[in-house]
């Protein structure tokens, strides 16, 4: 699993010897909340979407001190600091003011005013991608997927909330409001998605690969743990439906870029 800001230095932020991005290498207490965002760039509806990754770049080069853990989009999750999914430490991103210490922040990659108007295919795709990583971090840090008001966040209470409801004096995302409804982001359903994730039982895509490698025409799959797992054709159709991206590689450039060691 790569990092996007740990793997793209930022020349214009300040090195505190730990790397150059805008965040901290350890988080000073366990995340209990998570916090919604909408980047508030536009969404790239043309195909590729590269929402994600251009807010990623923005970060990359940016000397405004601001970060997200993840950012997503509808055909990709691009995780910028590690949350302490396999095994990291779960690094301090700079998403909330004065509230990022025991907060994991997640972003679409799209303006809250959008919600209504985006085309509802990549709408559902994004909230999917978010939903597994939001579910992910459930998991990890044993937060229940519920709406945390403000009130309840400082005392502590656990759960999910939204950058307009922790920041309502300067900030309305993700939903261009700061109250869980009336609010253009998708709350209910967004919380559903998580629960559904969480609950197991008939979620197939809590198990969904990050990359598909074609070795030598053998698929394998990158799963969350770092591990490499061949695939059976099915698997492998029901991902690359899913929208799993794919590389392909031979296995002496495998071996160079990897090593086998970790192929199960
Ligand atoms: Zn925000």
Same mark, same amino acid.
């Given at each position: 699993m790569t990092y996007y800001l740990l793997d793209h230095p930022n020349p214009n932020c300040i090195d505190r @010897? /730990? @790397?150059? +991005?805008? @965040? +901290? #290498?350890? #988080?000073q207490a366990q995340p209990v909340l998570i916090t919604v965002h909408t980047t508030e760039s536009f969404a790239d509806l043309i195909a590729p979407d590269t929402g994600a990754e251009a807010v990623a770049n923005y970060f990359a080069t940016t000397s405004t001190p601001a970060s997200y853990h993840t950012i997503v989009d509808s055909d990709s999750t691009v995780r910028c600091l590690p949350a302490g999914l396999d095994g990291t430490i779960c690094h301090t991103a700079f998403h909330c003011w004065n509230r990022n210490t025991a907060n994991l922040g997640i972003s679409f990659a799209m303006r809250a005013t959008e919600w209504p108007t985006v085309d509802q295919a990549w709408a559902t795709k994004a909230l999917n991608r978010a939903a597994d990583e939001v579910a992910l971090w459930c998991r990890r840090w044993d937060i229940p997927a519920r709406l945390v008001g403000v009130g309840e966040a400082d005392a502590g209470m656990a759960g999910i909330s939204g950058h307009g409801i922790l920041q309502p004096e300067d900030r309305t995302d993700p939903g261009a409001a700061t109250v869980f409804a009336p609010s253009l982001f998708p709350w209910d359903r967004f919380i559903g998605m998580v629960l559904e994730r969480l609950d @197991?039982?008939?979620? *197939? /895509? *809590? /198990? #969904?690969?990050?990359l598909l490698c074609n070795i030598d025409g053998s698929i394998y799959g990158c799963f969350a743990d770092g591990i490499w797992r061949m695939l059976g054709g099915a698997e492998f159709t029901h991902w690359s439906a899913k929208g799993v991206d794919q590389v392909a590689y031979t296995k002496d450039e495998w071996a160079t870029l990897r090593g086998w060691g970790r192929v199960a």
């Open positions: @010897g /730990d @790397g150059r +991005y805008h @965040g +901290y #290498m350890v #988080m @197991g039982g008939e979620d *197939k /895509d *809590k /198990d #969904m690969p990050a």
